[in-house]
């Protein structure tokens, strides 16, 4: 593995050394989908403490399409699995908290 100012790069294929692949499954239209970073999206968002469901959405898509490609018809689906993924985050960090 090569670490440079662009980031890090597999020093075999050239693509994103697996340790730093963090992909997570969750169903989206009815499919089980990979999201990258999920997690780490999931925190990111959440300490940004939006309260409205569609200003979580763009802040959780505009995040997960940095390292995901989002088909632009399938947005509004992808929006509310991530929604309903967030909901379920922050009910279980509430839940370690207590």
Known sequence: M??????KYCSVCGGI??????????????????IDKLDFILEDV?????TDDAGIIRELLKRVQVFNYVPTRKIEVYGQALLKEYHAFLDSHQAEER
């Not at 959440?46 to 939006?50: E, P, R, T, V």
């Open 2 to 7: 090569s670490s440079d100012k662009e980031g």
């Open 17 to 34: 050394p697996p340790d730093e692949i963090k992909i997570r499954r969750i169903a989206i239209d009815g499919k089980e989908t990979g």
């Open 46 to 50: 959440a300490g940004l403490h939006i």
